[in-house]
């Protein structure tokens, strides 16, 4: 039987210490209180995964507590107890959450045995959302979080260009996320089940670069004491990431070229080529457009990587994105740093939201690093955040640090940014925005979050500029 963290809430000692002693013997780690209001501040100190909790308590009722711990702990599942009179009571405990009740009284076993079949259910639902989640994974572009249209006509590029063997180049500023691109690609391609080789070829030196992408034999070298296999043939069959491919040496690109078209590679200190079958995805946040016209990168080798093209906004291009994007790293943070951290304050969030963010998502995710480790409660403050990200943005301080007024104003920059997508479609723009046409005609006619008339009119003349 799965074995459980059970939170147990009962006035009446004998029974509960029975009861929590049962549970311990059939291998659960239980925990006893006498009061909601202490098992309410558990909640925020520890992680349970079911409660079995009295209706009846002194102060706090277990109907209070089951309402007041959603916010603590939404995915703690509740068994309530209640005696004979208070089934109607039990009911609504069921519609607000409860997965059970029992009746007082009741045989221990008959509790033991629904708690089993609770945990059996769960490991169920756990099995079947992990199956989901690797289908996702398999299917969906993992880590690119964000419902910007920006963010969504990369997410179609992949889609499209990930099935295919085309050699894709991958352009954006630094930090933009090019490398989580290569591996949505490669994880949703056909050749998913090889290996997906990454080398970064600003990091190493021009002759060490050359050994590690193409291998050498025994004495090539000073210092070659075996031979060993380079990446083109550690990714045969898969994918080879070259990110910073702008700073490749010119001697090697031509090297590069000839194994992209012939897929075929020649090894330092021989001349018998060897078969290497790679997918080649390349990454650059310099423009070789204009590398290419100068000679400080081959034409050829341009084109050839350049078969299909994704460009990958900067996150000053879509501030929708930030408030999801923060969610997520104070989710995954949270986690990794074992914190109870579970919302960002409404002036840490404007301050996030109206930053330029030069370094883009990694500089983000960097700054809320940053702000969980100095956060002690559950919820991250302004003043956690990098003092460069304090400033008030521009217009009235009241306003400019209010959430809403912020959140209205990146919707607004989505809004037009997807109706210029569709060449002012409305009705294919709500598609993509995911909204019915009649909500979209209301977000384009409503003011910003705090009412006023000449948010309105700003508003308007905003959409209004996109729409001409």
Same mark, same amino acid.
């Given at each position: 039987m799965p074995r459980a963290r059970i939170l147990v809430v009962d006035d009446e000692q004998p029974f509960r210490d029975v009861l929590c002693g049962v549970l311990e013997k059939h291998g659960h780690k239980v925990t006893g209180v006498e009061a909601?209001?202490?098992?309410?501040?558990?909640?925020?100190?520890?992680?349970?995964?079911?409660?079995?909790?009295?209706?009846?308590?002194?102060?706090?009722?277990?109907?209070?507590?089951?309402?007041?711990?959603?916010?603590?702990?939404?995915?703690?599942?509740?068994?309530?107890?209640?005696?004979?009179?208070d089934i109607e009571t039990a009911v609504e405990a069921m519609k607000l959450g409860a997965v059970d009740y029992l009746t007082k009284p009741f045989l221990f076993d008959d509790i033991v045995l629904r708690i089993e079949r609770l945990l059996e259910h769960v490991a169920l639902e756990e099995s079947h959302a992990a199956l989901q989640d690797e289908l996702a994974e398999r299917y969906e572009p993992r880590g690119l979080v964000g419902?910007?249209?920006?963010?969504? *006509?990369?997410?179609?590029?992949?889609?499209?260009?990930?099935?295919? !063997?085309? !050699?894709?180049?991958?352009?954006?500023?630094?930090?933009?996320?090019?490398?989580?691109?290569?591996?949505?690609? $490669?994880?949703?391609?056909?050749? *998913?089940?090889?290996?997906?080789?990454?080398? !970064?070829c600003a990091a190493l030196p021009d002759t060490l670069l050359e050994s590690e992408l193409f291998g050498h034999t025994k004495g090539a070298f000073t210092g070659a004491l075996r031979s060993k296999e380079g990446l083109f043939q550690a990714a045969d069959g898969g994918t080879l990431f070259l990110d910073e491919i702008g700073a490749m040496p010119g001697a090697l690109q031509s090297k590069i070229l000839r194994a992209v078209e012939s897929k075929e590679i020649v090894p330092i200190g021989t001349t018998a080529s060897v078969r290497a079958d790679v997918r080649i995805l390349a990454a650059t946040s310099t423009d070789l457009a204009e590398a290419s016209q100068d000679g400080r990168f081959m034409d050829a080798l341009y084109y050839r990587l350049n078969v299909f093209e994704i460009r990958m906004p900067p996150l000053r291009e879509r501030r929708a994105d930030i408030p999801l994007l923060v969610e997520h790293f104070v989710r995954r943070l949270s986690q990794?740093?074992?914190? *109870?951290?579970?919302?960002?304050?409404?002036?840490?969030?404007?301050?996030?939201?109206? $930053?330029s963010w030069p370094g883009n998502v990694r500089e983000l995710e960097n700054a809320i690093e940053r702000a969980m480790i100095l956060t002690d409660g559950e919820?991250?403050?302004?003043?956690?955040?990098?003092?460069?990200?304090?400033?008030?943005?521009?217009?009235?301080?009241?306003?400019?640090?209010?959430?809403? *007024?912020?959140?209205?104003?990146?919707?607004?920059?989505?809004?037009?940014?997807?109706?210029?997508?569709?060449?002012?479609?409305?009705?294919?723009a709500a598609k993509m925005l995911g909204i019915s046409l009649s909500s979209l005609y209301r977000k384009l006619e409503e003011p910003d979050g705090d009412g006023k008339g000449s948010e309105r009119e700003e508003g308007a003349d905003e959409i209004g500029a996109a729409e001409a």
């Open positions: 909601a209001e202490e098992a309410l501040d558990l909640l925020g100190k520890r992680a349970f995964d079911l409660a079995v909790c009295d209706l009846r308590l002194p102060g706090m009722t277990g109907l209070d507590f089951l309402r007041q711990s959603r916010e603590a702990a939404p995915d703690l599942r509740f068994i309530m107890i209640t005696a004979y009179g419902r910007s249209a920006a963010i969504q *006509h990369v997410v179609d590029l992949i889609r499209r260009v990930a099935p295919t !063997n085309s !050699n894709v180049l991958i352009i954006g500023e630094s930090g933009t996320g090019k490398e989580v691109v290569a591996r949505a690609i $490669h994880r949703m391609s056909e050749r *998913h089940e090889r290996r997906l080789v990454t080398i !970064n990794e740093l074992k914190k *109870h951290v579970a919302r960002v304050s409404q002036e840490a969030m404007a301050a996030l939201v109206g $930053h919820q991250i403050e302004a003043d956690s955040l990098p003092l460069r990200l304090k400033r008030v943005p521009p217009g009235p301080a009241g306003r400019a640090l209010d959430l809403r *007024h912020v959140l209205r104003r990146a919707e607004r920059e989505h809004i037009a940014a997807v109706l210029a997508l569709t060449e002012q479609d409305k009705v294919q």
